[in-house]
């Protein structure tokens, strides 16, 4: 595609349920990162992903937060059992060469 | 731990005026990007640097990376309302983005 696309580009909801958050990166790129945006403030890093390597999953807050790449393609982030501390815009991008494409993000909140 | 430290983190100021942003880490990058972030909207690159002493210029954006690589600054000159958004430094690691804690500039007309 064009750009980095994600969906949903909201999602509300309750406390203790699963989520599924979609990325499609740019064709042809071959790392991907999510990041988390809480209101107002810097992007902390989640995860990323480069090839067929093993991801790097140093930035992921807790067991709760998985993420896998199918195919070098499409990256889900799930978050089960969510939190109210989970409300968040989740960021994704990707890469080829020096530069880094975003996606608009997810905004989640928990309720 | 990789850390970017940017200031200020608000600015407000009326149209016309020239303004500075910093970015500071205690560590090397191999390069800094610069993005500005508007509401709703993900981070869209601005520039990269590479070279320590660079200086690259976008329009009314001057953009300069610090000698040791460290740190780096982003001056607007002339501060227009569209300039309006979150700013933020991102140091490139061997290839983790390291973002820094963002400027949020507001311009009034």
């Given amino acids: ?111 | 731990t990789q850390l970017l430290e940017q200031s200020p983190q608000f600015l407000s100021i009326q149209e016309g005026e020239n303004l500075t942003v910093y970015c500071n880490s205690s560590s090397v990058f191999s390069s800094l990007q610069w993005y500005r972030q508007e509401p709703g909207e993900g981070p869209v690159l601005l520039v990269t640097v590479v070279t320590g002493g660079e200086v690259k210029k976008l329009k009314r954006l001057t953009f300069q990376f610090g000698d040791a690589r460290k740190d780096s600054s982003l001056h607007i000159t002339a501060a227009q309302p569209g300039d309006t958004g979150l700013y933020l430094c991102a140091g490139a690691g061997t290839y983790k983005y390291i973002f820094g804690t963002g400027t949020r500039l507001k311009v009034l007309a």
């Fill in chain 1, 1 to 111: 595609g064009a750009g980095v696309s994600q969906s949903p580009s909201n999602k509300v909801t309750e406390k203790g349920k699963d989520v599924e958050l979609r990325c499609d990166p740019i064709s042809g790129h071959t790392a991907l990162y999510w990041y988390r945006q809480s209101l107002g403030q810097g992007l902390e890093f989640l995860i990323y992903f480069q090839g067929n390597s093993a991801p790097d999953k140093s930035g992921l807050p807790s067991d709760r937060f998985s993420a896998e790449r199918t195919g070098g393609s499409v990256s889900t982030l799930t978050i089960q059992r969510t939190q109210q501390e989970d409300s968040a815009v989740y960021l994704c991008a990707s890469r080829q060469g020096g530069t880094a494409f975003f996606g608009q993000g997810t905004r989640l909140t928990v309720v």
